[in-house]
């Protein structure tokens, strides 16, 4: 019977125990997933803003021949 009971807490302590660190998982994942989101809606306007400036502003990007470099001094 004790060592029943002394096997109950024993599991009971390792299940509380990989439940904490499921959590913490989850916890870490719902991080990634809100940063991911962010990103991904930054990422959307500019190419809301792409978008507009080649259809209403009739914008294209320049040939490479045309681009010139400049260095910062």
Do not use: C, W
Request: no cysteine; proline share 1%; net charge positive.
């Amino acid at each position: 019977m004790a060592l029943g009971k002394v096997n109950a807490e024993h599991q009971y302590r390792k299940l509380f125990s990989e439940n904490e660190h499921q959590k913490d998982i989850g916890r870490q994942l719902n991080l990634e997933y809100s940063q991911l989101q962010l990103e991904q809606s930054t990422l959307s306007m500019h190419s809301k803003i792409e978008d507009t400036a080649k259809k209403s502003l009739k914008m294209k990007e320049p040939e490479t021949k045309k681009i010139i470099m400049l260095e910062k001094q």
